[in-house]
């Protein structure tokens, strides 16, 4: 049994530039939701895709987007970078979205834009 | 508005002696929490749910409605507990709302 694997692990890209940062769920598991975490803060909540479709995003712009695959990987776009989405993103699976399961988190892509 | 906090940033307590990392929420609906751990050049992983009412590496955590409070106790710290633990507030859908973290130091 895999875990969740994210690529590139580590990113540089210039303000005004657009990133793909991509996610292999756990075998088995349908849910991926990502997460942004600034240095020194806890991870916050970007969106969540179930079976390919968007379920639910937090308070993110919508130059934030996403799309889950039918294999259940993921892809987290982001266009017009800014100085402050620099931070590390991390990707998360989950059986389901019940919060009866927990999250099995990827080691992160760690994006800094200059 | 949705929010976990938790106040300290470092606690550093001595091997043998109790822990307790505090957390509070701040939520309209029933709530669901979580701590998650990571330790040093890992991945963050769930460390125990408020729901399962279990001991995972002889930490607990009781939810305190009055309170609002999801504290995590451990009564005789470890060398190998010393990680960064974030508490976690689940909304509906299993979208988690994450407090800022406590690194826990537990210094021989």
């Known amino acids: 049994e895999t875990g969740v694997t994210q690529s590139p692990t580590h990113l540089i890209k210039t303000r005004g530039q657009q990133v793909t940062l991509r996610c292999s769920s756990q075998s088995g598991h349908n849910t991926v939701s990502w997460y942004q975490q600034a240095l020194g803060q806890g991870p916050q909540f970007i969106f969540q895709y179930y079976r390919e479709e968007e379920n639910g995003r937090g308070n993110f712009p919508p130059r934030f987007s996403g799309l889950q695959f039918p294999n259940y990987s993921s892809e987290l776009n982001v266009n017009a970078l800014e100085l402050d989405d620099s931070a590390l993103y991390l990707c998360?699976?989950?059986?389901?979205?019940?919060?009866?399961?927990?999250?099995?988190f990827g080691s992160g892509t760690r994006l800094t834009v200059v | 508005a949705q929010r976990v906090t938790q106040p300290e940033k470092l606690l550093s307590v001595f091997k043998g002696a109790p822990v307790e990392l505090k957390c509070n929420y701040s939520y309209s609906g029933s709530p669901e929490l979580f701590w998650y751990v990571q330790y040093s050049r890992q991945r963050l992983q769930l460390l125990l749910r408020h729901i399962s009412r279990e001991s995972i590496k002889g930490f607990t955590a009781d939810l305190n409605k009055g309170e609002t409070s999801f504290h995590l106790k451990k009564p005789f710290a470890q060398e190998e507990d010393s990680a960064m633990y974030y508490c976690a507030l689940s909304l509906r859908g299993n979208k988690l709302v994450f407090g800022a973290g406590t690194i826990l130091r537990v210094k021989s």
């Open positions: 998360a699976s989950s059986l389901g979205t019940s919060s009866n399961y927990g999250y099995t």
